[in-house]
T-cell receptor, first 113, second 115 residues
């Protein structure tokens, strides 16, 4: 069965520092992977998606993620954090039936000045 | 106009009330979803509708009753809820196969409080 594990429920960085949010997946089929962001009192917004075309995926707001099959990982990075990046981030994998997404528990990113 | 619209944004109800959450999508998608988001827990998939047919129902209590009258509208009817049902209920839609990778487009959610 498909699942994702997000390592670290809370990550704190300084403004301008590298952002690294970790996600490991488990999948019995080639995975379709996603990262979403949720700001307070809002729904989830798609940051980027992996669909087996390229292992390095670029998304919105300067984020990117690299698919590493050998490590079953899909970590999210951003070279320089902004205060506006403070939010909750979710990693997700498409289920085997292709009918829905399975989400991790989320990682809260805090950015300090 | 946003792609996926949920109403109401906030709802407070007693355990004996009956209320409904509404979701409308303006993206031309043919699948719609209800997820439950509780504090400290992963998003829980509740229901999936594809072409107005329910294709997934993840052991949700019968006090939650979904309705999908057409591909643009989705309802969640609520009755005799429990305080532990208090959560953010998120509606989402997705494009037909071949037009995407199965990514979901979410509404802003309906915050439900059960007293």
């Amino acid at each position: 069965a498909q699942s994702v594990t997000q390592l670290g429920s809370h990550v704190s960085v300084s403004e301008g520092a590298l952002v690294l949010l970790r996600c490991n997946y488990s999948s019995s089929v080639p995975p379709y992977l996603f990262w979403y962001v949720q700001y307070p009192n809002q729904g989830l917004q798609l940051l980027l998606k992996y669909t087996s075309a390229a292992t390095l995926v670029k998304g919105i707001n300067g984020f990117e993620a690299e698919f590493k099959k050998s490590e079953t990982s899909f970590h999210l990075t951003k070279p320089s954090a902004h205060m506006s990046d403070a939010a909750e981030y979710f990693c997700a994998v498409r289920n085997q039936a292709g009918t829905a997404l399975i989400f991790g528990k989320g990682t809260t990113l805090s950015v300090s000045s | 106009e946003t792609g996926v619209t949920q109403t109401p944004r906030h709802l407070v109800m007693g355990m004996t009330n009956k209320k409904s959450l509404k979701c409308e999508q303006h993206l031309g998608h043919n699948a719609m979803y209800w997820y439950k988001q509780s504090a400290k827990k992963p998003l829980e998939l509740m229901f999936v509708y594809s072409l107005e047919e329910r294709v997934e129902n993840n052991s949700v209590p019968s006090r939650f009753s979904p309705e999908c009258p057409n591909s643009s509208h989705l309802f969640l009817h609520l009755h005799t809820l429990q305080p532990e049902d208090s959560a953010l209920y998120l509606c989402a839609s997705s494009p037909p196969p071949g037009q995407g990778a199965g990514e979901l487009f979410f509404g802003e959610g309906s915050r439900l409080t059960v007293l």
